[in-house]
């Protein structure tokens, strides 16, 4: 590991002691209505979080922003579109989400990037407690708990050695909403499609057709815990029709998406 990835991780374990604000995004109105050059615009079936390590850290939802300072952190819950802004000098972020093999870690700078991997155990299931606590002191204590198994964690470089790899990962999570097709997904890598789809299914862990399915379904869920009626949660999630939605979401569940539970009081935004 270089030296100064090595600083940058002294940085994350010295968080706990240094943790500023903490700011949790629980809901979004959906996708932005206009995207910007350099700002990769995506959401996560899954939490995920986003820290300031030195500098100011720019980060957009389609009807709010925020400027994290150094050792400020966002959590951001499943099915949130979001943002972040190019870096500027002098900045640092560092950010935390999962794939299906494992937890993807990012260090990002004005001029470059360092990518790691980690298991997706426990911080998953960290996150997950952290955005169903309590404001306050419950929500922080959530965040320490992460923050320390973070610090314990052995992680390893996580490097795309392809190219179309990295194009079709970036397809599956900026265009899931949009009704993304097997096809969609596997012309993104330029590569044939046998070739694209041994590809992907063995690097990310899962066929095209799983990977799509399991982030609209838990896309769904996450929607519809909140609140957000069957129509809109299908609309949001890239079914074509809502009984469409309807009919797939009963297969899968054994029950109508209407029993996916009674919406949750929260107070994120």
């Not at 996708?31 to 500098?55: D, W």
């Not at 260090?107 to 155990?121: H, I, N, T």
């Amino acid at each position: 590991m270089e030296a100064s990835v090595r600083q940058w991780w002294r940085l994350v374990d010295g968080l706990g002691e240094r943790l500023g604000r903490v700011h949790r995004w629980l809901e979004g109105p959906g996708a932005f209505p206009k995207a910007y050059a350099g700002h990769l615009e995506e959401f996560h079936s899954v939490p995920t979080i986003e820290v300031c390590l030195q500098g100011t850290l720019r980060i957009e939802k389609p009807d709010a922003r925020l400027n994290l300072q150094a050792g400020d952190l966002l959590l951001i819950a499943p099915g949130v579109w979001h943002r972040a802004t190019p870096m500027q000098p002098g900045s640092l972020r560092f950010a935390q989400g999962f794939l299906p093999t494992c937890s993807e870690l990012l260090f990002q700078a004005a001029d470059r990037e360092w990518k790691g991997r980690v298991a997706s155990e426990p911080s998953r299931q960290l996150m997950t407690a952290a955005c169903a606590a309590g404001d306050g002191a419950p929500l922080r204590t959530r965040i320490l708990a992460l923050l320390r198994n973070l610090a314990q964690e052995s992680c390893a470089e996580r490097t795309f050695d392809s190219p179309a790899l990295e194009r079709m990962v970036e397809r599956l999570w900026s265009r899931t909403h949009l009704g993304l097709t097997v096809t969609d997904l596997l012309q993104a890598s330029g590569l044939s499609r046998s070739h694209a789809y041994r590809l992907f299914t063995g690097e990310y862990g899962q066929t095209p057709k799983a990977a799509i399915a399991a982030i609209r379904f838990a896309l769904a869920d996450s929607l519809l815990r909140t609140g957000v009626p069957v129509g809109e949660a299908a609309r949001r999630c890239g079914f074509p029709s809502a009984d469409t939605f309807r009919r797939a979401w009963r297969v899968r569940h054994g029950s109508p998406p209407s029993a996916a539970g009674a919406p949750q009081a929260r107070t994120g935004r």
